[in-house]
Structure formats: structure tokens, C-alpha cells
């Protein structure tokens, strides 16, 4: 495999799956992985009543995640295990100061920005787009990313940044050139403030045909200097991990990476795409 790290896994601590952390973990090694990054959900505030499925989702037990994390980065010694989040980004000023009180953690490797709600409305559910158009809907996920962005910046990678398009009508036809007008500053401002620019091959597994950002945004952010890519699957389940990385790592290669970062302790380390 020509990417030797997966930074973006979830396990049964996040509300959307139930995989143990040693399964993420033994899958990882069976790839022939050299470090994995398990980034668990932290949504502060996510908007549970409104989804019938979710009313009795409780939020995640920090301490509880974090022992096990670092215990298993003890007791494995043929994989380097990173501690990380995905931390649910919004404008409100609560969730800000939480989101930053949060990602002070010294123990912390990595933390993925990202945004999954447009005006606290989660595009997972068809109910979000009833009666919108779907180009408006997308360009508001963006203008929302870009003022996250400016609000609050102390994260390390930007998660799946064109990410609502998964869930938008089959029928909407994604023409990324039509958002470069906002996209281009949320580019900028990433290479500003030195975050990385994750490619997220989960729309992948799911049959979209792309990665979330679409292709077409990672030549773009190639074109505007930027060089800071981290990758991640977002597997919820073993048998995601790492999908189609070695596809991935040839597209990157074609627009001109030849490197992708890794985190620990914050701080970036390269590594080559072999």
C-alpha cells in the first residue's frame, strides 16, 4: 500500500459505530498499515432532539475514550496508534470556547475540523433538503466552513470539506467550479494558518464516484500553493479502513503530491506516498 496511514477511523466511542477499538486496530495491521489515528466524534451541542434516532444519544465519555486509546498505543508494538477527535464545528460562541477548551488536551495527536450541520440541520437526513435547491444548500455548507474557519482555527486538518454533497439529491448534478469562488478562501485560509487539507475517501466506499473534496478541489488547492494533505478513510467499520487508498495516492501523485502529513502531538510529520 503507497499510504501507509489512515488518520481518520472511528470506533463503538462515536454514536454512529459499534467497532471495537481492538478490531480497528487488528484490521490496520492485517493492511500492513505503519499508524493509525482513531478520531472519535465530539459534537458539543449537536442538535440530538430533532432526530428521533438520536434523542438518547449520550455524549462521549473523554476520559474513558482516552484511557483506552492510549492504553492500546502502549500495548501494541508493531502499529503506531495516534489519539485524536473530529470535532463538530459551530459559530456559536459556546461551542467555540468548548471546541477550544477541548483541544488543549496535551495528550492529543490530531484534531479534524469539521463541519456536519448547515444552520443546525444535518444534511445526513433527507428532511434537511426538503424544499431547498441543492446548489444553495451546498454553497451554505461552504459559506458556513469559511466562517467556522475564521472563528476558530486551532485544529489540524479539515475534515471532508465538500462533505453535505454525499447526502444531496442522486439527481443534483456537483459541478465544484461553480463554489471556487468561496472554496478559494476557504483554501487560502487554511494555508494561512498551516492545516492541513484532508482527503476523505469514504463517498468512495459509499458509491459516489469521488472523494470528499471532489478531485477537482484538491487540483485546486494544489494550484493555490497548498501542499499539507492528510488521508483518512473515515471507516466506521474495519472493512473500510484504508479503502482505496492505493487509487487515492495515484490521483495525488498525478496532480503533483508526492508527500501527506501525519500528526502527533500536534505537530506535523511528512511521510512519502511510496
Known amino acids: 500500500m503507497r499510504i501507509k496511514h489512515d488518520t481518520h477511523l472511528h470506533t463503538e466511542f462515536s454514536f454512529d ?11 490496520a495491521i492485517e493492511l500492513g498499515l505503519c499508524g493509525i489515528c482513531i478520531t472519535d466524534h465530539v459534537d458539543h451541542d449537536y442538535p440530538c432532539e430533532k432526530y428521533p434516532d438520536l434523542e438518547q444519544l449520550s455524549p462521549m465519555d473523554l476520559d474513558d475514550y482516552k484511557s483506552e486509546i492510549l492504553h492500546a498505543a502502549d500495548q501494541y508494538n508493531d502499529i503506531e496508534i495516534y489519539l485524536g477527535i473530529e470535532c463538530g ?13 477541548l483541544c488543549q488536551d496535551p495528550d492529543l495527536d490530531q484534531v479534524i475540523g469539521s463541519i456536519h450541520l448547515i444552520d443546525n440541520n444535518d444534511p445526513y437526513y433527507s428532511q434537511t433538503w426538503e424544499n431547498k435547491e441543492p446548489e444553495w444548500m451546498i454553497r451554505r455548507y ?46 487560502r485560509l487554511l ?9 476523505n475517501t469514504s463517498a468512495l466506499k459509499k458509491g459516489y464516484g469521488f472523494t470528499n473534496p471532489h478531485p477537482v478541489f484538491i487540483k485546486r488547492y494544489y494550484e ?33 503530491f508526492n508527500d501527506y502529513v501525519i500528526f502527533k502531538k500536534r505537530k506535523p510529520v511528512i511521510c512519502p506516498i511510496e
Open 142 to 187: 461552504f459559506e458556513i466552513t469559511l466562517d467556522n474557519i475564521r472563528l476558530f482555527s486551532d485544529f489540524n486538518t479539515l475534515g471532508h470539506m465538500d462533505y453535505a454533497v454525499r447526502y444531496a439529491p442522486r439527481d443534483f448534478i456537483y459541478k465544484p467550479e461553480d463554489f471556487f469562488d468561496i472554496t478559494d478562501e476557504i483554501m
Open 89 to 101: 464545528m459551530k459559530t456559536d460562541k459556546a461551542v467555540i470556547e468548548y471546541n477550544r477548551l
Open 224 to 256: 493555490l500553493g497548498g501542499r499539507m494533505i492528510t488521508i483518512g478513510s473515515d471507516a466506521h467499520q474495519p472493512e473500510g479502513m484504508a479503502f482505496a487508498f492505493d487509487n487515492t495516492a495515484e490521483q495525488l501523485k498525478a496532480i503533483g
Open 17 to 27: 459505530s459499534n467497532a471495537p477499538v481492538s478490531s480497528q486496530i487488528s484490521r
Open 191 to 199: 494555508i494561512r494558518n498551516n492545516i492541513a487539507y484532508e482527503i
